[in-house]
């Protein structure tokens, strides 16, 4: 029987759905959560996102094996609904997702601002990730999956040995390590903080993306398990080693730390001056590779994925025809990359000049959550609709286990903005904005675009 | 699953007539001039299996069957989407973003494949 020549392994989707979903904006998130919860319990929160998006990886499983194409989302809620709810939701989603790579561009260059005094302005470093991953993914120059796999092997050891280290040495600062319900609104805190711990998860489902390359569909469902047990084993650790290692309202960045700088957008720098002590030198070096590959495997991943899916919206005649250009040399979709970097650089413009970067952590949390629920009410709608289709994934224990995940996230997608903090509400009017201008695009714009 | 001897060959001149128009077309063979790719077609709704080999810019062989380890696989929903896609009448691009075409594959093989067909059909 003929084979294809290329194929991936689940070790190879789980390093890549675990380097998509590995940012350092993560870092900042993982502090958010532990400020939402009493003691040192935020550990408990990442865990409790981490078992619902195994849930959500299910259901994903299940669609990317009845459509293993790069197309993803939009498939799966055409197929399940109709075009015109797909194409607003699934383009709201990638447009949220870059927009939210100008954050990372601004905790990136933050981190390198603070490495580095007296070096160059933030502007320098934004630009330059930009400007590296973008042309990455110009020239089509390709990270191999060994690479890939190797990175992010890396990552992971650095952040586990450093939050173990931390953990022996500083661990025994906290009584209350079992209680997240402890104090007043407790449960509402924890709440909250499971809900935004999704966001140190999101991502791992763009691996359905790669569903093309691999040979047997369960690889995308067991890379997505792996990806996510991955990211809960080092999310969850270094929560407990930040909160013990560094007092709460310098990680935050409400206090300054004794050399009088806020680490509020770069809150592992301060991590690692602590934690190295004496050694501080070389972990400052560390925390800058770290820094430095988890942000352009995070950007280089994102505009490989999203401008795909530009070019291919394009082609279908949904998006301006400029953007299914082909590069005549380097067979790359150039126009939509460049756009995708100028949106994300518009994107990092805006958030260094008026702040509050930490809203996107809301926004992508919520535009994930969203859907999580739309990948559950497709496949209880596709079992309905496609019985005979073939499925080489199940779902385990449906309906329930589908049934839960709907109405679990849509429960935790009124939760997290139902919080009446600013950058709660900031990342809400992002979020509604964005599928706001998908939707007039789709009444008004799209029309047009198909009768030319 | 039925498949008759006409429903082969039609297949067969149909791919051979995209091969042609393929070679004939500068643009194409410069976009492709470092791709060199085995692409095996199926349908759903029959046995019909073809190789398209392509070397150097240059669609080099259409063979009935699936022969080596290709490069991407394409499969179409009927015999007759394949067949129309090759003569052009049919734009592949809404029915593999509806999930009817499956390409297994390296993804930026994919858009290099769908290059070929937006050139030869510009306005398709």
Known sequence: MAELKRVLTARSVAAAGAGFAFAMMSIVADVQVADLVPGNTGWIAVIAAAVFCILASWCFGELSGMFPTSAGVRVYIQQAFNEKMAIPLSAAYIFTVVAASGAEAYVFGSVFVALIPGGPSIWFYVILGFAIAGALNYFGVEIASGVQNMLAIIMFLFLVIVSLVALYQFGTRFENWYNPFAGEGGGEGFATAVALSVFLYAGFEWVTALSEE???????????????????????????????????????????WTDGLLYGARPHVVFIKIVFGPYETLGLIGAGLLSFLASMTSFNAGILTTSRFLYAMSRDKTMPRYLSKIHMEYFTPHAAIITLCVVALVSAILLTMLGGFDSFTYAVAGAEIMMYVLAALSVIKLRRKMKSRERPFRVPLYPLTAIFSAIFFSLLFVLVFADQKIEVQTGFAILISIIAVMVLHTVFIIPRLKKK | METHMSDINECLKAANDFKDKMNDNLKVRKLLKRWNPLIHFDTRDSDIKLSFGMSGGMAVSVESGHVGNAELTVTFPTAKDLVDMF??????????????????????????????????????
Do not use: F
Request: hydrophobic fraction near 45%.
């Open chain 1, 214 to 256: 691999t040979k047997q569909q369960d690889v995308i469902s067991r890379g997505m398990i792996g990806s996510i047990l991955i990211l809960c084993i080092v999310y969850a650790l270094l929560n407990a080693a930040l909160v013990s290692a560094v007092p709460r309202d310098v990680l935050t960045g409400r206090e300054a």
């Open chain 2, 87 to 124: 003569y052009g009448k049919l734009d592949p691009t809404p029915m593999y973003l509806s999930g009817d075409i499956l390409v297994k594959g390296h993804q930026a093989d994919v858009i290099k494949l769908d290059a070929i067909t937006m050139i030869i059909w510009p306005e398709k």
